[in-house]
């Protein structure tokens, strides 16, 4: 049953979005294998509608080999076998809309899978072929060819160039070398070359086609770089190194800009406007140019993934925010957790400036979390993010409080980051541990068999029926909040109510407010309580670590 009436036609519907992120491999298994698929996705679907968001956000799904979970796509225009079909897909794209829910898949336009055909046909072909020239390929230095062509470095450690046999010595012999910035098993393309821009607004109406309302563009900021020979030096990518001028070497250069005014054009097709957000690592200066409405439309807004649970540090990140979703005339988009980063449930139970990388290398010892606090706090973080203007990017479990999974040991790890940097990082496969359902069974409900990744004992207790029975449970809270804030959402307007320290408290245009308790208890103004992250105590005293939302006297 559902009572949803969103309208599907309405061309503005992102701005105000709740979407939910699913990981496929991760979300529901339907056959038992271990995999998550379609057909637990579309099992799911009543789970989603009850939830409330306004969109599922679909990381990718496509034939891979998955040295990257996903993220290396061997063939744009398909489904994984392992993961279902093209008409699971549609069917999936049917249930959705018929409880109001949109659908936007992710885009991985930096770079394909080493399986893709153009990438087989490159490597069979000779140098300088248009076959290479998709991709970039390039002799190396030295005297033999032996040294990459030059000191860039892949994003998950080593270097950014890999050697391929010369196809045509038949001895296996050095041939030249190909460009990619993640792992080798995603070579990245050319995108000077007008081939790839033509694949690419190809690929956007196959799936605009058959339905797709939105898309998540992956690391849209690497697309263009600067292959004037000799290459450019770049050993170190980091913030600190990174030009806001549009003349970075490999990062949001400007010609990036002028692919996605193509992409607007190729969404603009379509009725409504296809949607997209961009995953962009830029300068702050420049992320807003992503949102333009003649590019993308949104940027996500990564700040306050890196805050503490403090109320001056969230303050200062959510105004910045704002102010970039002004400045391009976009809605702010609000993420505290994704499938790349430590699940905020566990980040907000652990002390300040807790090294994360380190944590998980502890397995999850040292420090040790605290899960009840952990939980409160990301409780209070989600309800305040949903009350602020813009839309809100979830990510699957967070409904639950479900923290990292710590533990998981060495031979279980599947995130190329923990080979690739030997060891030294290990990686992002805690946040991606297949959903618990039930308090019990094979894999908690995940489906009939196992898990791909190891579920932790402890995963029962955040199980979907065990919160769905519980009043008092984050999933419950969730719901709740979901709900009040469709009949609330009215205007983009938010106004500060400074003076207290410790506390974030807003008005919101159509006469409500929120207001969040970081450090100590803080006394609620007057006005009905609508939602609370937490019990309210005697005397209208908000707890610490919580937030509620109130309608504002007549
Ligand atoms: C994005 C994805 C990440 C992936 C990378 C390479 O950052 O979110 O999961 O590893 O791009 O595609
Ligand atoms: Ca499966």
Not at 278 to 300: H, I, K, M, N, V
Not at 368 to 395: F, H, Q
Not at 430 to 446: E, H, I, K, Y
Request: charged residues 25%.
């Amino acid at each position: 049953m559902s009572t949803r009436t969103r309208d599907l036609t309405d061309a503005d519907w992102w701005r105000t979005a709740v979407v939910y992120q699913v990981y496929p491999r991760s979300f529901a298994d339907g056959n038992g294998d271990g995999i998550g698929d379609l057909a637990g996705l579309i099992d799911r679907v009543p789970y989603l509608a009850r939830l409330g968001i306004d969109a599922v956000w679909l990381s990718p799904f496509y034939p891979s080999a998955l040295a990257d979970g996903g993220y290396d796509v061997d063939d744009y225009r398909d489904v994984d076998p392992r993961i279902g079909t093209l008409a699971q897909f549609d069917e999936l794209v049917a249930a959705l809309h018929a409880e109001g829910i949109r659908i936007v898949v992710d885009i991985v336009p930096n770079h394909s899978g080493s399986g893709h055909a153009w990438f087989q046909a490159a490597l069979a072909a000779a140098p300088g072929s248009p076959e290479r020239a998709r991709y970039v390929f390039r002799d190396g230095l030295g005297e033999h060819g032996e040294l990459p062509p030059s000191d860039w470095v892949s994003h998950f450690g080593g270097s950014a160039w890999t050697r391929v046999p010369d196809p045509s010595s038949g001895s296996g012999r050095g041939g030249q070398w190909y460009l990619h910035l993640f792992a080798p098993e995603q070579p990245d393309f050319d995108w000077s070359n007008p081939e790839v821009r033509e694949e690419f607004h190809g690929i956007l109406r196959f799936w605009a086609d058959r339905g797709v309302d939105g898309f998540r563009v992956d690391v849209a900021h690497a697309l263009a770089k600067d292959l004037t020979e000799p290459l450019p030096s770049y050993p170190r990518i980091a913030r600190d190194v990174l030009k806001d001028d549009g003349t970075d070497v490999l990062f949001d250069r400007d010609e990036v800009h002028e692919i996605f005014r193509g992409w607007r054009k190729v969404m603009d097709e379509y009725d409504p406007p296809r949607s997209a957000v961009a995953e962009a690592w830029a300068a702050p200066s420049r992320l807003p140019l992503y949102a333009r409405p003649d590019e993308l439309g949104q940027t996500f807004e990564f700040d306050l993934v890196l805050e503490p649970w403090d109320a001056a540090a969230f303050r200062r990140s959510i105004e910045v925010a704002l102010e970039r979703a002004r400045a391009a005339g976009a809605s702010s988009t609000w993420v505290l957790s994704n499938h790349d980063i430590v699940r905020h449930a566990s980040r907000f139970g652990l002390p300040a400036g807790t090294d994360l990388n380190a944590w998980l290398l502890s397995q999850g010892t040292s420090p040790v979390e605290d899960r009840e606090r952990g939980a409160a706090r990301a409780l209070a973080g989600s309800l305040l993010l949903l009350a602020l203007p813009g839309s809100a990017y979830l990510y699957q479990g967070e409904e639950l409080a479900l923290p990292e999974v710590a533990d998981l040991q060495p031979e279980a790890l599947e995130d190329p980051i923990w080979e690739r940097t030997g060891h030294v990082e290990k990686g992002r496969d805690g946040a991606r541990v297949p959903l618990p359902w039930t308090a019990d069974g094979p894999s908690f409900g995940f489906g009939a068999g196992g898990a791909h990744l190891p579920q932790p004992a402890w995963f029962g207790r955040y199980a979907v029926a065990v919160e769905d029975a519980d009043p008092a449970s984050v999933l419950n809270r969730y719901r709740e909040a979901l709900a009040v804030r469709a009949g609330l959402l009215a205007g983009e307007g938010v106004r500060f109510v400074d003076g207290r320290e410790g506390v974030i408290e807003f008005e919101r245009d159509g006469g409500w407010r929120c207001i969040t308790a970081f450090g100590a208890p803080a006394e609620l103004p007057p006005g009905e309580v609508l939602l609370s992250s937490a019990p309210i105590g005697a005397g209208r005293v908000l707890p610490a670590d919580a937030t509620a939302w109130l309608r504002d006297p007549a």
